[in-house]
């Protein structure tokens, strides 16, 4: 089983939707979760970090991790066309070095 | 708003050549990493270095590749002799002391190797 897996999409939505973007993983040592955001050919954008399980929010960005099922997700209210991007989520254990973790990254193009 | 900066962004390079991709990480930061990307695929966790020293490595950062820190302000990273699978993006990251996980990333280097 891969150690982070996350949907590559391409998610496509109207202006105004709610987007929902999802990893799940496979090592219970994970505890630190992060959310970038990539656009074309430039480099990951720090959007969201959480510790541990529970709920973080950021202005349209809601951020959620439940370690029971090693499951988290990244919810954007109002999507805007300026939110068209790669969204990459990226986990690490703890420790003092914290390599991050990869998932994919899921495409999302939000319409006008 | 500090950034971390990369040179060059594009780098063609022959087979078997040396290529040194450098990186001004932002300036009160101690812990630095190397990342890559190759095309379509994941990020994947390169080497991380602190206190002049390498913490800990990928399988990937074999003898080929190799880190430095040759003054207060650059942190480079050099592949001996290039192989067509390293053509990648090579992303530089760097975060504070007691602020692990925010790693900050630059623009990244795309290296083509022909």
């Known amino acids: 089983q891969k150690e982070v897996e996350q949907d590559p999409g391409p998610l496509s939505v109207p202006e105004g939707a709610i987007v929902s973007l999802n990893c799940t993983y496979s090592n219970s040592a994970f505890q630190y979760f992060m959310w970038y955001r990539q656009y074309s050919r430039k480099g990951p954008e720090l959007l969201m970090y959480?510790?541990s399980s529970g709920n973080k929010e950021d202005g349209r960005f809601t951020a959620q991790v439940d370690k029971s099922s090693k499951y988290i997700s990244l919810f954007i209210r109002d999507s805007q066309p300026s939110d068209s991007a790669t969204y990459l989520c990226a986990m690490s254990a703890a420790g003092n070095n914290r390599k991050l973790i990869w998932g994919l990254g899921t495409s999302l193009a939000v319409n006008p | 708003e500090p950034e971390v900066t990369q040179t060059p962004s594009h780098q063609v390079t022959q087979m078997g050549q040396e290529v040194i991709l450098r990186c001004v990480p932002i300036s009160n930061h101690l812990y630095f990493y190397w990342y890559r990307q190759i095309l379509g695929q994941k990020v994947e966790f390169l080497v991380s270095f602190y206190n002049n020293e390498i913490s800990e490595k990928s399988e990937i950062f074999d003898d080929q590749f190799s880190v430095e820190r040759p003054d207060g302000s650059n942190f480079t990273l050099k592949i001996r002799s290039t192989k067509l699978e390293d053509s990648a993006m090579y992303f530089c990251?760097?975060?504070?002391?007691?602020?692990?996980?925010?790693?900050?990333f630059g623009p990244g280097t795309r290296l083509t190797v022909l």
């Open positions: 959480t510790y």
């Open positions: 990251a760097s975060t504070q002391r007691g602020a692990y996980n925010e790693q900050f």
